[in-house]
């Protein structure tokens, strides 16, 4: 069983044109190495000019040389060295299992890293950090209405993650307020191609071999419905949607006590229904039996009287009420 399939819309594509590739990145020690080296670099410069005091000479064991003055040239290459640490130890991060960063430079996107463990990436490259763990969201109680214009509350568990890091990032503002109104908008067609209960005189009680009417209390056929339309509406922002089911249709509280005497009403007038049927069999079955084995003599009034007795009788058995006549 299936749930009646909306009219199928075009779903628009989302920018940016560019799928999800690796991004340039170098493991962490390569950073640490420069950094280092910068260093080194920038600390024999002091002492080849003489700028190392004495006594830190000493402490070092180095050799002392007299200071003469900085240049211009020593200048630069110390400011050059200051960058190069700066550049070194200011690309250090660390990834997170789970997490994946977006690089871009300048609006343009670089590539992403899903790599873990300490790297490397250029400080110069903008980073924004993208959750790429399964994930559910649970909702508040939604409103809805069904194929009848009732009006509902439905809560919906949605399992999803990120599967394009660049589309989730930069194709939409907010990738999770985007799924949260797509679940809204996709609840709110495919709940009403339903009534929320089989309507009254249905006979809600319909055995295997019958086929039942088919409402929204089919969580697994509603679910399949929800899940394949937001699939289809998430995919062009890279979010990828496993399974969206309700976890809870109830009428909205306004109506709730309305359509609660209602379905007691329509259970107990199927059980009268069926009380009724039953004694009525059970009666003709008795008078028929009295009359064909010669039990009994009965002219119109005598059956009439007979009937009515046994009536009232087998219907009081069977917990119907008595009504006066």
Sequence with gaps: VTVPAPARRTVPPAGPEP???PGPVLPGWA?????????????????????????????LGLPYRPYNGIGL????????????????????????VGHAWVLTLFGDYRGSVRRTGLMW???LLLRRRVDVRLRHWRSEPLPAVDANGTALRVVVLVVWRISDTVRAALGVADHERYLREQVESAM???????????????GGDCSAGEDAPMTLRDAEAVGEALTGMLSEHCAPVGVEVFS??????????????????????????RHRDAVLTSVVDAVDDMVHRLTTRGLVELDDYDRKALVKDLTVAFYTGRGGPVEGP
Excluded at 31 to 59: E, F, I
Excluded at 188 to 202: C, E, F, I, M, T
């Design 244 to 269: 969206a089911q309700p976890t809870r249709i109830e009428y909205a509280p306004e109506i709730a006590a309305a359509m609660l005497r209602r379905r007691v009403a329509a259970i107990d007038a």
């Design 188 to 202: 709110a067609r495919v709940l009403s191609r339903l009534p929320a209960d089989a309507p009254a005189g249905s």
């Design 121 to 123: 990436v250029s400080p």
């Design 19 to 21: 799928a999800e590739r």
């Design 31 to 59: 950073g640490v190495a420069g950094g280092a080296a910068a260093l080194a670099g920038c600390a024999a410069l002091l002492w080849w000019t003489g700028a190392v005091p004495p006594s830190a000479a000493d402490m």
């Design 73 to 96: 040239g020593v200048w630069a290459l110390l400011a050059l060295g200051v960058l190069a640490v700066l550049f070194s130890f200011g690309g250090l991060c660390r990834g997170r």
